[in-house]
């Protein structure tokens, strides 16, 4: 490098701007007229001054373009053009735009911007690159939009002809390549950038020197003894000596300073990580190739140069549904939500030894289960038909998938690592590497996994599947700075924080006795008064004094800067040393501001401070962290405890002195809160030793200060009755005086917690079951053992499970579900009553499945014996009796599906009840309906001066004018709580609309106005007090600022009768609700507290409260109508004529009124009196329901009157028993969840799950003109219609009221309600099941037409032989979207499941020969099934009957006959096909790959047979061994498919198989084989096994 210019080693004299120095001697030496001008030629809105050295943009405020300047001579190659940001405005987007051109600018036609330039520009906006206005890099460098004032950015290019980008003094990396020998350099001054000031050249890129260090100890190896870069590849790989002294903070932000300042961030937040965990403690991978590789002696890089071919990238061939960009930097997973495989990248190149391959996740979508699985194979990508997902490779693969390793598609490691890539967030790193031994190597974050393999071959290529969550990932290239800036930050998340605890303070270094705060704290925090008080600041030059000098932690500027009003978060704080047992850590809060939601947050940590890398939020770091938040507490990021102490966000400011928080951890390892030094109870268990207290000025605090001598409160009993502000129905740490507790013995997903009274399952969204947890003693007689569920997620079906056990906790093997225990056990679970796993009951009075947040469920043992339920401190009833009087009974919990959390109450414990003792039922024993519930919201005596409170606060009046009609609600809105009203009166002379939503504004808090009145502004935008959001018209506001347009239906469209709602969700986001119809997320980031508030504004003159604060009641609790259980007979028979009159003006009146309800499906469209439903758009969001509740003996039809062929699958028709008209109906009926019997094709769906199959007609295949109904009969047994003919008995003993419901779904696009036919409201049909044609009987088969319905299947979780046939299916390793969703789609066929069913039926299964095989699943989603040959639409449209067969296979045979949706899909196969006669061989001949059968070739036959016995013969379905992972016996089993044939396409005859027992003697022996060679002849229809 020329003199001048810095030199290479930094013999300028001293550090510089530069990498090489150049601020000394030898440095630039810049000055005017060597290439640091502008040329005079500009942007027309440009003016020059300073001898043109500043350029400044006219009219800042009214123009944001047109601001173009150029170098007035072409750059010199290695010096950096360099301006200075002198002037922003904050009134435009976008800010400077710098880069290089080759145009002239004395001859260039300046346009509007830099990106409008052509003809070779690079251009740098932001953080892409773009050449020519187009972008070829995504993600470069630093955002240039977030640079300030006095930030300084440039341009070099290169002598290789590379364009780098530098800012702030800083290398960003090569932007471009290949730049023309001639180029001059660019700025734009757009959007907020008005002013920029060249400044001197600066020496450029040059390779980097050894960095020197510290001298180390003589017995120090020479290695250690310098730090070394390789150049050849950016990265950094330091070598750092146990004496090397280590940072004592690390930057906030990207400037260098202090010490640092000819370090980069990365490399700093590198060397204090290894530094740190030196010694081998932890195994942190920094650099890619690990560090001494390709290292000669002394550390020079001997290695070759990569060229940008070298650089792994992902191979340009993919995945059918893989997007690459950034320079195939990036792979992206196409149609996330619809889609949840073909999604496999593999890399470019094969891997070299001690090569890193390594990804960041970038997205992931809250959909799919599993997730993102990355690995290594042998094939070569060019060469490679990639499969759906990598893991059905059979050959060279190894795939971490979870947190188990797979070869060639199968299991060989289970517990590889503690790490689970399926738990990984959005930001993690996942890398691998092939060491030179062959061992291969995972990392997640850096942390080395250890060895997944030892042997792996030499030549393998990176590949990742982008599966199921996991939509985009990009490559790490650590010679990237923004790339290794982000890999350390995930490195630093997830340190182990025992390594902190083992890095000891050395002994001579005395320990401060007095607590301070550390100073290295949050971005926007600051530490004064010695150490004594943190803050938000304030206060600064423009609002306040500055602090004095010396009183304050950090720099001036960042002083200036910061302001609590800006800011909520980057508050966190921390204690300068660890705690110690017993010590008491107490902050009085100094200062709060109004303008956020959230309060101070207090806790501990193990991390040091020292080493910490501050997250904005204390609650965002994952791991040694324990928080307490609001009323609850956070471990590790998790809430544990949801109602614990008093609540943080309420504390305040007194005149005095404002309140106090503490935490403290005990000798036992408890931790304790404390507010006012009153404690609240322990926290949380084994807290290790050696924690930091932690305080985050989160939201209103802005300032705390240390509080001395604290006195340890004594530590409570072990049964105190704790914090006396919990109600008596939520957790308590005394629980009500009762020592029951959750048992220290439970299902390995389960974990106790607050002294044993708090239960939770662990990773909700991966795991739903293993979670079940047992009274640590029994139950004594008439003692209530009750829980509240304190957490649910909406991701699983099911949910919690209840009961009592005769088993001791030590003697019981946790299963996977409770309902798997087969002896002493009795369960409730949904509305089932469960003895032993079978079915004891169906319809008990409540229904733990609809069960929400909040809910109590109790349970007892009365001295009779009976088992009892409580659901809300109610009754339930007995469930069962017969419990053993004499035996100890424990309680039971099974936390499953979407319970995540429950703790024991204050109301556990002995009760004051006669069912104690009591010998008969009470009423409670038959729930009855209670009446419906008033309305229970007010609107607050808090109003707007024009407003009027009228009927007990239910109706809001605005007496005169158009404004000042504010109203709230009396209470805070509890989550997912609608607050709900009815527009009554408009006034059509003024504009405007209804305005709604959520203020954290409590009311009464304002103070008074003009009159004594209250200080409530005259409209809801201008409340900005507190935090309110608000939608008007079809705006979002938040404190008046707009926030989001054409949201939802327009609210200026309401008329006299509409209804508007709003909700705050789960999700801490705000819904509006229009005549029931949610609109979905208006605003996200709501806060805890808030009241619903509206403004009676423009026309809406007045609306009154139609919602309630209690919560509907779930469908389980309403049993059956107890009539037919009480009173005489004699009563009966006096009543029945009078009954019988009654129910024919019932059914007279009721068939004349009804119709459809207006609250439906959006793509709904009513017509002829609401009597006919269209659906108008898409194949779904058809649903609707009959506005009169089904009546006994009442026949509810409708009419198919058109379908349209352009959709598989038709109507549906069911029941729903809660209420209608507020129902928010799902895209399909499948889709509810609760209170839902649905009949859809030839199956029954109760809540989305199939109880039953094969009952009736397939409604998928019904006509247009069919006439569909559904009954009632005086039992409570739902009938389903077809034409006239009763089917039976679909659904018994169905809750009352409920509703007929039709979901327009598919081909189903009309349907009109038709009057009953004379003498249906009886329930008789025209004719009877046992009428049949002739035609109808096919092969002695009695098809499934109209005939005799399946009572429902009881899942039979018992069966041990049903057990082992799953666990063998579970080892096929089927994919599980070929099959119904569990649990409900097996069924068992061993004889004792057969007679639990009720014996013979399930039609061709009744006969002797098909025991012991079991039902696999209901086979769905087949691919390869084009619309126009599916069988089920040829079926429906030339109404025909499909005949069932089986066909027997073997292991082997079932993925591809899966894949292809089919047997005998038009190609030869072993496995599914027998050869033709006069041609030997021809089925046994397997085709090429990508190679079709001859055109002159026939399609091969395959054998079925009616008889299972024959399709089963080992001849035809061969035996395979097989060891039983869980009694690790060896077993024979053998598979076979149950499909549907089409009539006429096949040939029966003889059997040609060699039999070793008799035919099956209920067929005719001359047919007993059926032969098909026609295409799409055969449907799929269920996988059955059979294991011996």
Same mark, same amino acid.
């Given at each position: ?42 942007? +027309? ?208 932000? @990207? ?11 990365? $490399? ?36 070759? &140069? ?137 990392? &997640? ?88 008080? =943190?803050? %938000? ?19 001036? $500027? ?53 080493? @910490? ?53 005990? $000798? ?48 409570? $009993? ?152 409580? #659901? ?31 703790? #024991? ?132 506001? %938040? ?61 809406? +003159? ?7 604060? +209690? ?29 019988? @009159? ?43 329901? #009959? ?56 199956? &029954? ?8 199959? /094969? ?57 009109? #309600? ?120 040829? =079926? ?18 079932? %993925? ?20 033709? /006669? ?16 001859? +055109? ?93």
């Amino acid at each position: 490098m020329a003199a001048g210019s810095g030199g290479s080693g930094g013999s300028g004299g001293g550090p510089g701007p530069g990498p090489g120095g150049g601020g000394g001697p030898g440095g630039s030496g810049a000055g005017p007229g060597s290439g640091g001008e502008l040329h005079p030629r500009t942007g +027309r809105l440009v003016s020059l001054s300073a001898c043109g050295r500043t350029a400044r943009r006219q009219q800042p405020g009214q123009e944001f373009n047109h601001g173009l300047v150029l170098s007035r001579e072409p750059l010199r190659d290695g010096r950096v053009f360099t301006v200075r940001i002198d002037r922003k405005v904050n009134s435009w987007s976008g800010s400077i735009e710098i880069g290089v051109t080759a145009l002239d600018p004395s001859v260039l036609d300046f346009p509007s911007s830099a990106t409008g330039l052509k003809g070779g520009s690079w251009v740098v906006s932001g953080c892409s690159v773009l050449r020519d206005g187009r972008s070829v890099l995504e993600e470069y460098g630093q955002d240039l939009d977030q640079l300030g004032e006095g930030d300084r950015v440039g341009v070099e290019r290169t002598v290789a002809g590379e364009l780098r980008l530098w800012v702030n003094g800083r290398d960003c990396g090569v932007a471009a390549t290949g730049l023309p020998a001639r180029v001059w350099a660019v700025v734009d001054l757009y959007g907020k950038c008005t002013q920029i000031t060249v400044l001197p050249p600066e020496p450029g890129f040059s390779p980097p020197a050894p960095i020197p260090t510290p001298p180390l100890e003589p017995s120090a190896p020479p290695e250690d003894s310098t730090l070394t870069e390789q150049a050849t590849s950016g990265d950094e790989a330091f070598m750092v000596s146990p004496a090397q002294p280590r940072p004592e903070t690390f930057p906030n932000s @990207l400037e260098s300073h202090n010490d640092f300042a000819s370090m980069e961030l990365s $490399e700093v937040v590198g060397n204090a990580i290894l530094s740190a965990y030196n010694g081998g403690l932890l195994n942190v991978n920094l650099s890619s190739p690990p560090a001494g590789e390709g290292l000669g002696s002394g550390g020079a890089a001997t290695s070759p &140069i990569l060229t940008s071919n070298d650089a792994l990238l992902f191979h340009e061939k993919c995945g059918t549904l893989i997007k690459l960009s950034n320079n195939n930097k990036t792979a992206e997973r196409r149609r996330p939500l619809d889609e949840f495989n073909n999604g496999v990248v593999m890399t470019n190149r094969p891997l070299r030894d001690n090569e890193m391959f390594e990804i960041r996740i970038d997205k992931l979508v809250d959909k799919w289960s599993g997730s993102i699985e990355i690995g290594v194979t042998t094939h070569n990508p060019n060469n490679l038909e990639y499969p759906a997902t990598m893991t059905n490779l059979q050959s060279g693969t190894i795939m971490m998938s979870g947190c188990g390793i797979l070869t060639n598609g199968k299991g060989t490691r289970r517990e590889y690592c503690e790490f689970s890539l399926d738990e990984l967030q959005e930001g993690d790193h996942i890398g691998l590497t092939r060491k030179s031994n062959s061992a291969l190597h995972f990392f &997640i974050n850096g942390i080395d996994q250890g060895v997944a393999t030892p042997l792996t071959p030499p030549v393998v290529y990176g590949v990742v599947d982008l599966y199921g969550m996991a939509v985009k990932v990009t490559i790490v290239h650590n010679n990237n700075h923004s790339d290794r800036l982000r890999r350390n930050n995930a490195i630093l998340r997830a340190l182990s924080p025992e390594g902190a605890l083992r890095r000891a303070t050395p002994a001579t270094q005395a320990e401060p006795e007095r607590l301070l705060f550390h100073p290295n704290c949050g971005q926007k925090a600051a530490i004064t008064h010695e150490g004594r008080t =943190a803050l %938000r600041p304030q206060y600064g030059p423009w609002c306040g004094e500055k602090p004095a000098a010396g009183t304050l932690t950090g720099s001036e $500027e960042g002083w200036r800067s910061r302001s609590a009003t800006d800011d909520f978060n980057h508050g966190v704080v921390l204690s300068s040393r660890a705690l110690r047992d017993g010590e008491v850590f107490q902050v009085r809060i100094d200062k709060m501001v109004d303008k956020w939601a959230g309060s101070i947050e207090i806790g501990v940590t193990t991390h040091n401070p020292a080493y @910490l890398q501050l997250p904005s939020t204390m609650t965002n770091l994952r791991s040694g962290t324990w928080m307490m938040t609001g009323n609850g507490v956070m471990h590790n990021g998790t809430t544990i405890l949801d109602e614990y102490g008093h609540n943080l966000d309420r504390l305040k400011v007194g005149e005095q002195a404002g309140d106090t928080v503490g935490v403290v951890r005990r $000798e036992d390892g408890t931790l304790h809160f404390f507010v006012n030094g009153m404690t609240q109870g322990p926290a949380a268990w084994n807290v290790p030793p050696g924690v930091y207290a932690v305080v985050d000025l989160y939201g209103q605090a802005a300032q705390a200060t240390i509080v001395d001598d604290v006195e340890v409160p004594p530590a409570p $009993e072990p049964l105190s009755e704790g914090n006396n502000q919990v109600s008596p129905s939520s957790p308590s740490s005394g629980a009500g005086g009762s020592d029951l507790r959750f048992h220290q013995l439970h299902g390995s997903n389960a974990v106790i917690t607050n002294g044993g009274r708090t239960a939770l399952r662990h990773n909700c969204r991966s795991e739903f079951n293993d979670a079940i947890v047992i009274s640590n003693r029994a139950l004594r007689d008439g003692e209530l053992f009750e829980i509240v569920i304190q957490k649910m997620v909406d991701r699983w079906s099911g949910s919690i499970e209840a009961g009592v056990t005769a088993i001791r906790p030590e003697d019981l093997e946790f299963p996977n579900t409770m309902t798997d225990i087969d002896y002493d056990t009795w369960m409730l679970s949904g509305t089932a009553i469960m003895q032993d796993g079978n079915t004891m009951r169906n319809n008990y009075g409540c229904d733990l499945d609809a069960l929400g947040t909040g809910a109590r469920i109790g349970m007892m043992r009365t001295a009779k014996g009976d088992l009892h339920y409580f #659901i809300n401190g109610q009754d339930q009833g007995a469930a069962c009796s017969g419990l053993p009087p004499g035996k100890e009974v424990y309680a039971v919990v099974d936390l499953y599906g979407q319970c995540v959390q429950v703790s #024991i109450t204050n109301a556990t414990g002995p009760m004051d009840n006669s069912l104690a003792t009591s010998n008969t039922a009470t009423e409670k024993s038959f729930p009855l309906h209670s009446p419906a519930a008033g309305v229970a919201h007010r609107f607050h005596s808090t109003c707007g001066k024009n407003v009027a409170l009228e009927e007990d606060g239910t109706r809001a009046v605005r007496a005169v004018g158009y404004a000042h009609g504010l109203v709230f609600s009396t209470k805070e809105l509890k989550t997912e709580e609608v607050f709900e009203v009815k527009v009554e009166e408009l006034d059509e002379k003024w504009a405007g609309s209804l305005r709604l939503g959520l203020t954290t504004l409590a009311p009464g808090e304002m103070g008074p106005g003009a009159g004594g009145g209250p200080g409530l502004p005259p409209s809801l935008p201008e409340l900005r007090t507190k935090t309110t959001w608000m939608v008007s018209s079809c705006e979002v506001r %938040r404190d008046g600022q707009l926030q989001r347009m054409n949201y939802g239906r327009s609210l200026e469209r309401l008329g006299v009768g509409s209804r508007v709602g709003i909700r705050r969700g789960a999700d801490d986001t705000m819904h509006i609700l229009v005549d029931g119809e949610d609109m979905g997320p208006a605003a996200t980031g709501i806060a805890k507290n808030v009241w619903a508030v509206l403004d009676l504004y423009g026309p809406v +003159r007045s609306v009154s409260v139609v919602s309630s604060t +209690r919560l509907e009641e779930p469908e389980g609790t309403q049993p059956p109508s107890p009539s037919s259980d009480t009173g005489s007979e004699a009563e009966e028979d006096d009543d029945g004529e009078e009954h019988s @009159l009654r129910g024919q003006s019932q059914v007279a009146m009721m068939s004349t009124s009804l119709e459809f309800l207006e609250n439906h499906g959006k793509n709904i469209l009513l017509s002829n009196g609401n009597r006919t439903a269209t659906r108008v758009a898409s194949y779904n969001q058809g649903i609707v329901v #009959i506005n009169q509740p089904l009546v006994p003996q009442l026949l509810v039809q409708v009419r198919i009157d058109f379908l349209n062929r352009q959709w598989t699958s038709s109507l549906v028709l069911g029941v729903i028993t809660c209420p209608p008209e507020r129902l928010n109906f799902p895209a399909s009926a499948c889709a509810l969840k609760r209170a839902a019997w649905l009949l859809r094709g030839r199956g &029954i769906f109760h809540n989305g799950l199939k109880i039953c199959e /094969k009952f009736g007609p397939n409604l998928d295949t019904c006509p247009e003109g069919t006439i569909l109904g559904l009954r009632l009969d005086s039992s409570g047994g739902l009938h389903l219609h077809v034409n006239g003919m009763d089917q039976g008995v679909a659904v018994s003993d169905v809750p009352q009221p409920c509703h007929a419901l039709v979901d327009l779904y598919g081909q189903c696009e009309q349907v009109t #309600i038709v009057s009953p036919e004379p003498g249906a409201a009886s329930g008789k049909s025209a004719g009877t099941q046992g009428d049949m044609e002739k035609a109808d009987m096919v092969d002695g088969i009695k098809e499934s037409v109209c005939w005799g319905p399946l009572p429902a299947a009881s899942p039979l979780k018992s069966c041990e032989y049903h057990a082992l046939c799953s666990r063998f299916q579970e080892l096929l390793l089927l994919p599980e979207d070929y099959f119904m969703p569990p649990p409900k789609r097996s069924l068992c066929y061993c004889e004792s499941c057969r007679k639990l069913r009720g014996g013979s039926q399930e039609g061709a299964w009744k006969k002797p020969q098909n025991l012991y095989w079991s039902r696999g699943g209901s086979l769905s989603s087949l691919p390869g099934l084009h619309p126009r040959v599916n069988p089920r639409l040829e =079926a429906g449209t030339m109404t025909k009957k499909w005949h069932m067969a089986y066909h027997g296979s073997n292991v082997a045979a079932i %993925r591809r006959v899966l894949d292809r949706g089919e047997l005998g899909a038009g190609t030869a196969s072993i496995l599914s096909c027998r050869p033709l /006669k006069g041609k030997p061989g021809v089925g046994f001949e397997e085709p090429g790959e990508n190679c079709a059968p001859p +055109r002159e070739e026939q399609p091969p036959s395959v054998l079925l047979s009616p008889s299972l016995q024959y399709a089963g013969a080992e001849t035809l379905a061969s035996k395979v061994q097989f060891r039983d992972p869980k009694s690790q016996r060896t077993h024979q089993a053998q598979v076979a498919f149950q499909v549907c044939v089409r009539p006429g396409s096949y040939t029966p005859g003889p059997p040609s198989a060699t039999l070793r027992e008799p035919p099956d003697p209920h067929f005719s022996p001359a047919e007993l084989e059926w032969i098909t060679k026609e295409k799409g002849a055969t449907l799929l229809y269920a996988l059955l096994v059979r294991v011996e």
